[in-house]
């Protein structure tokens, strides 16, 4: 009878996977089944521990990702920021003359074309700290001329492994359905960097795309948007967050490279080893045709937040669905190490379309943590339109603003990497892979610094060290662990900010 009711209790708390396992014991065999109980609870604490509370007045922490610019680009005539140098000229050629200044992007144009940002292009544009190569690595045939020795490094094969698709596979997590279609590197949509939630042609085929021009090359005319930048005439809702909560100037890319392992970070505080997006051939090596995805061999935020019961959720925007694997949604390729490890099923439930985060503000099921990633459309990505996706963003803080957690959240609105825009300021390499070029991140909470920029030093998993601070959550790697934790952009003893609500 005391096996029949511990195997009971167990059964309640247990993942669906362990269940399932125990009820196949028979009940006589109980010597086995107190093996297996032994067994099951270590799979079972970890889940099973009653709800962690946050330690700061903060309980709910929403993070928004968007795509592609570099802290200069959008804030870099911030009055009181850290932005772009009076008097700064670039060059088109290393030691070439300096005949090209900034200039403000106007009238809310679309850039004509995206810009080269992956690991090679990143460490040309970085030039040993120079901080020069930003025009002259704006196009493939530029970095691959001017930084022709730079090689992207391979992942951790351990931790990291590419695997091409069938095309009739869907790369989904097996748990739920999802179109089958496969995903594209060159967009339909006008990227240049397999990053495009939303194509479905396979383009694999690239395998001739790190090979060094023989003379050097002529830049496109579109090289020159890497110098542009945009101010409050063409995001002023970005800009008015900034004024009324918190700006940080000094926030970083996690690696100096493309979005795939920067999400990676966002979530894991490491890539594996991983630099580059995965969907290219010149990267990943892997012969044939169809859709390639990454399946990640090591922990991620969502062990840390199922070990204290603090509830989450991935908010994926696009028409692929919240199940479907990419650069920007990278939490279906811990679906194997998740089902191994006994919570499969735990990881899918969670995964859910952007328009459930209006539904569960208006029924009271917010989780804790939750992350956010737009459809291509939404993205700011080049070449879509910036200010549709500023207005997605404003959407979803307003719809935060009019619900009853806003006295109980902090959301840090962040982007994943520079996209090839322009930034005077020199990243600290902390270690092989970054940090990567600076980023804008807002801070928008009751209780953050109104109009304040803070000058702290962060980057992508400083989101992960607040969320540990708060829920007093053990660190993931010696990245969360040394990152500050962002609480020096919040006062808890100030009268709370009242919400902003901003209308086209």
Known sequence: MLITMAQSNILTCLPLEGRSVLRSIAPMKKILLGLLLTNLVVIATPFTTNAQQSSLPISHFI??????????????????????????????????????????????????????????????????????????????????????????????????????????????????????????????????????????TDQSADGEADVRPSKPPHPPGWARYAFSYVDDSVI????????????CDA??????????????????????????????????HLPGKGRVIAEYSFPSIIELLGAHNVSWKCYVGGKKGPQHEGVWNP????????????????????????????????????PNVCWLTPSALESEHPPENIQTGMWYVTGLINAVMQSSYWNSCAIVVMWDDYGGFYDHVQPV????????????????????????????????????????????????????????????????????????????
Request: aromatic share 14%.
């Open 63 to 200: 993070i928004i990702i968007q795509e592609n610019h570099s802290f200069d680009n959008y804030f870099g005539t911030f009055p009181g920021a850290n932005g772009i140098p009076a008097g700064t000229r670039l060059a088109w050629y290393p030691g070439g003359p300096l005949t090209e200044q900034p200039f403000l992007l106007p009238n809310n144009q679309n850039l004509p074309h995206d810009l080269e940002h992956k690991w090679e292009a990143a460490h040309t544009v970085y030039d040993n700290g120079a901080m020069d190569g930003f025009l002259w690595s704006a196009y493939p045939e530029g970095w691959k001329y001017y930084g022709g020795g730079i090689t992207a490094p391979r992942p951790d094969p351990a931790l990291v492994k590419f695997v091409r698709l069938h095309p009739s596979q869907s790369g989904t997590a097996p748990e739920e359905s999802a179109s089958t279609a496969s995903e594209e590197q060159l967009s339909v949509n006008g990227f240049a960097d397999d990053e495009d939630p939303d194509d479905s």
């Open 251 to 284: 926030f970083f890319s996690s690696l100096a490279g493309p979005s795939a392992p920067n999400h990676v970070y966002a979530i894991a505080a490491q890539s594996g080893g991983m630099t580059d997006n995965y969907d290219n051939r010149s990267y990943n």
């Open 236 to 247: 002023p809702n970005y800009w008015q967050y900034a004024k009324s909560f918190t700006l």
């Open 331 to 366: 939490m279906p390729g811990f679906y194997k190490y998740a089902r191994r490890e006994g919570y499969g099923s735990y990881l899918t439930k969670n995964l859910v379309p952007t328009q459930r985060f209006f539904s569960d503000l208006r029924h009271g099921r917010l």
């Open 429 to 504: 390499q902390i270690d092989e892979y970054g940090y990567g070029f600076r980023v804008p991140a807002l801070v928008i909470s009751p209780y953050s610094r109104g109009g304040t920029v803070i000058h702290t030093t962060y980057d992508l998993t400083s989101p992960l060290k607040l969320v540990e601070t708060a829920f007093g959550l053990t660190s993931l790697t010696s990245r969360d662990a040394s990152a500050n934790s962002m609480l020096d952009c919040f006062d808890f003893s100030q009268s709370p900010l009242p919400p902003l609500i901003i209308n086209k």
